[in-house]
């Protein structure tokens, strides 16, 4: 049986239809808005690559939590911008980093709101990169994996102690996952979630990040730890060990380029999963859009339902707040 008894635009022509045999649904309670928080007071600087994004001192940060709750998204990725940066990346897990003086802050203004940190050490390192540098028997300069698990565990301990109610480790150390929540269970803090960026890929969708995190790396890049973009099984087995460690949620970053993925981790995985809409995405619909070239408010719509669809069930995107008005409205 086919056409002319079947006719699949009618349920198209009629609005009301449309919405109730649709499909996929995307909501603000899918959306988390990444942030960046520096010291000192009254700053609200741009970043030149993501327009209508900033970098917040505190104090500011705070007022902008509360809009983006006024629009109903309920959580926050937090990235700190030390005051001062070594090879070690201390401020990362000094109690008085200023991460753990934002989580603090926020949590007395708006106690409602989730707060998500981000655990890695590139932001803090004066190398840019994600772990301790050492060099390796070949002589050349590398990322030594399981000394950096040790100061990621104590980050994390930090961003909890302050009032972190999720922690996301982004590095793509080896084994930080199982690290981190053994750690964090011996604290006490067994009600604490991971949020595993899992499939993170080497991607050149990250430019305008490293401008917003001021963490380009001095030297090389980071395809030693984080994954090829050629590779899908490699990103299952990634998932698989991350949530055989103890990770609650997984991520897939970048989103758009990685839709497959997306989509294969969520039919093969009983987790939630979190894709990342990252910087370099948000800053090409803003520039076409800027130009007239496309309409954003559809694009953005679009892209962010296109990975839902996929299988996202959170979406970590800096239209987060923008998405969450035009939701409401």
Request: hydrophobic content about 45%.
């Amino acid at each position: 049986m086919g056409f002319p008894t079947i006719r699949l635009r009618r349920l198209r022509r009629n609005p009301v239809f449309c919405r109730m045999v649709q499909e996929t649904a995307l909501s603000a309670d899918d959306l988390i808005m990444p942030l960046f928080v520096r010291p000192g007071s009254r700053v609200r600087k741009e970043i030149e690559s993501m327009p209508g994004n900033f970098q917040f001192s505190p104090d500011t940060l705070v007022e902008e939590v509360k809009s983006i709750q006024d629009a109903g998204v309920p959580a926050i990725l937090l990235f700190g911008i030390p005051s001062a940066k070594d090879a070690l990346g201390s401020e990362a897990y000094s109690d008085a980093a200023i991460v753990c003086r934002a989580i603090e802050g926020i949590k007395k203004a708006c106690p409602g709101v989730c707060v998500i940190t981000d655990v890695c050490l590139c932001e803090y390192t004066d190398h840019g990169h994600c772990g301790v540098i050492k060099t390796n028997r070949n002589g050349v300069p590398d990322v030594d994996n399981d000394a950096t698990l040790e100061l990621l565990v104590k980050e994390a301990l930090a961003h909890v102690r302050a009032g972190a109610d999720m922690i996301a480790p982004s590095d793509m150390m080896d084994g930080r996952v199982a690290a981190i929540r053994k750690a964090l269970d011996a604290e006490g803090m067994t009600d604490i979630p991971i949020m595993a960026y899992s499939a993170k890929y080497a991607s050149g969708f990250y430019g305008p990040f490293r401008d917003a995190a001021e963490s380009p790396p001095r030297f090389g890049d980071r395809c030693s730890y984080q994954m090829n973009p050629c590779n899908t099984r490699e990103a299952m087995r990634e998932i698989a060990l991350d949530i055989e460690e103890g990770a609650d949620i997984i991520m897939v970053k970048p989103a758009l380029p990685y839709l497959d993925i997306i989509a294969r981790a969520s039919e093969r995985f009983d987790v939630p999963i979190a894709a990342y809409n990252v910087s370099g995405e948000f800053a090409m619909v803003k520039a076409a859009a800027q130009r007239g070239w496309i309409d954003e408010k559809r694009v953005v719509m679009e892209i962010l339902t296109s990975i839902r669809r996929a299988g996202a069930k959170l979406i970590l995107t800096y239209w987060a707040k923008q998405a969450g008005e035009w939701l409401k409205r």
